[in-house]
């Protein structure tokens, strides 16, 4: 009995093996994993996640979580435990996290339920990562699921992978433990060698009964123990195939029986002796019975708790937001997990690759010289390092932390290498600094003086301009003076003021205004300030231009305009004169006028009504009568209206049109000025054409009436 207790404790211990080696991968992830109870008290929490949190994993225990989380997702983490604590379903949520320092990032939390009883959830167990750092591909999480999910269904004790001919390619540590061989000395042999010569056709069949329609079978056969002794083992074998339907190898998960086995021939046994005693033993065989009964029911409760660990554990190697990949100290590829697969979709782990060549494109013939993964199977330390690696027509650069993984001795037995992709991160750092060269090019090339100001007013840049300007070299100025130096007094003050008020409101300082500075020589300068904030510091960037020659030209550009003014006002005071003396002019002839007018009309008009009563031909009377019409016009307004009005008139045209104004024929004109009658209607048309009548209905003499 014993002895039978030992072989059902011993699967005992190679759990806790196992256990401590996932216990390592969940300590030392890149991410955080948090488990709380159902009140949201925190039961464990790894390293990571204590540092996120920025407290020590021994404070955090016993902390409610929510305290944790930022006043405005209090709600939805709330309404996400009660989601998983009833459903028992995986949630998922993204919130805002406070340090215990005070500062905060922005989480991704993805929650499983940890179920000690049936349709029960005691505990939640949370996964916590960077947004940013998480890079999930479906297709590759799906087969990797299936896989794993084949081995969790079939999983016993004993889990190995073989090709049709028994060659081993795969076992685990249960399976080494069992044999007492390393990996190395199962790996690559025929499990035959294992199983009594008699049973290897027995053992043929069964595998080659295999196929699409019966991929899964299981079957009890004997082995040789290490001991020499025979004993029995059951084993469930499933043929695996790839994602094209193609055949791979097999798979078979397998556990001890021996005991049962042996317990049952001991049965038979006693059966056959001891028939007569049955009614005598019975009860003792019942009660030993019902022991063992209670022992395999521990064993399956321990074979659960061992599946749901590892079940838990794999889940956090498969959903990790980073690479990981395993390497022998051959340096090749044991294995991987999915997002090492999706960077590298190429490499085959049961092919063991060497990693050097499987992650190169082209591959490497030797160990990279940078290798932190070659370092840490070396001396057994962790190592950092940031890889260039090709991958086609690019180069993509990864930060790789490798850990050792050692055995219960402290022997190196592989590493775990923990892949970041930082090849945006690396891009844009050297846009960044392709972006910082460039604008310092034209910071110090352009043309006009530049300085980039600190908020306590000291010169932090200054380009080769403002050199020429001041006369001050770099070294002498940048970090040890302040733009005020170089000012004159006047200005000063005004200048702190926008200075000040430019980094509460930029829109209430001017940005561009006029001051003076003075150069290393004391020459003073006329300048045009332009001053404007760089965006998200509290630095401004100033540009001063030298306006003195400007300055000078306007103050002569003024003088120009008050000489201008002066000589503008002497001549108007000209022209004001000239305008008295022509006023006064037209007085004196209009005085004239009158005086010339009265004297016809007392001394000339008179004598020609008296020499219209003397005996004369009728010619002479003719004229008479004309000459005193002609008087009667001189003094009438009529006739200084035509002259004044059109002074284009001839005086043949004047006469012509005095003598149509008192009705006089074309025949009576041309009698009188001695004219043909065709010259009078020529004289008249062009009359007519002067005063704007031509082509319209309009009587000459009723016109020339109503210019009086």
Sequence with gaps: METRREKLNRPRADTSEDVKKYKALYDFAPVGYVTWDERGIILEVN????????????????????????????????????????????????????????????????????????????????????????????????????????IVEDQTELICRYRPDGTLTFVNEAYCRFFRKKKGELIGRRFFSLIPEKDHEQVRKIIASLNEKQPRITHQHRIILPDGRIGWQEWTNRIIYNKNGEFVEYQAVGRDITDIKTAEAALR???????????????????????????????????????????????????????????????????????MGKWFPGVDTNLKPLCYQAFNDPPRETVCSYCPTCKTLQDGQVHESVADTPSGHEIRHYRIIASPLKDKTGGIVAAIEMVNDITESVRTQQKLLESEIRYRTVFETTGTAMLIINEDMTIAFMNQEFEKQSGYAKSEIEGLRTWMDFMMPDDIKRMKKYHRVRRVNPDAAPSGYECR???KAGCIRDIFLNVAMIPGTTMSVASLMDISERKQAMEELKKRERDLAAESHRLHEMNTALKVLLRQREEDRQEMEKKVISNIRKLVLPYVEKLNHTSMSPVQAGYVDVIATNLKNVVSPFLRTLTAVHMDFTPREIEVANLVREGKTAKEIASLLNLSIRSIEFHKDNIRKKLGLSNKKINLRTHLMALV
Excluded: W
Excluded at 90 to 102: A, F, H, P, V, Y
Excluded at 274 to 302: C, D, G
Excluded at 320 to 333: K, R, T, Y
């Design 47 to 150: 390293h990571t996640a204590a540092k996120l949190l920025a407290m020590e994993p021994s404070l955090l225990t016993d902390l409610p979580f929510k305290q944790f989380v930022a006043p405005a997702g209090q709600e939805l983490f709330d309404q996400h435990q009660r989601s998983l604590f009833q459903s028992g379903e995986r949630q998922t949520c993204e919130l805002q996290l406070i340090k215990s320092d005070g500062g905060s990032f922005f989480a991704f939390l993805s929650c499983i339920g940890i179920s000690e009883k049936k349709d029960s959830v005691e505990k939640c167990l949370a996964l916590i990562a960077d947004i940013s750092a998480r890079k999930q591909i479906e297709e590759e999480l799906q087969r990797s699921e299936k896989r794993y999910r084949h």
């Design 269 to 339: 046994k006693s059966h056959d002796e001891l028939e007569h005693r049955v009614e005598e033993r019975t009860a003792e065989l019942r009660k030993e019975k019902q022991r063992l009964l209670e022992e395999i029911e521990k064993h399956n409760l321990t074979e659960e708790a061992l599946r749901k660990s590892e079940e838990r554990f794999r889940s956090v190697f498969d959903y990790i937001g980073v690479g990981i990949a395993l390497i022998s100290p051959d340096m090749e590829i044991l294995t991987m997990n999915p997002q």
């Design 517 to 519: 500075s003075r150069d």
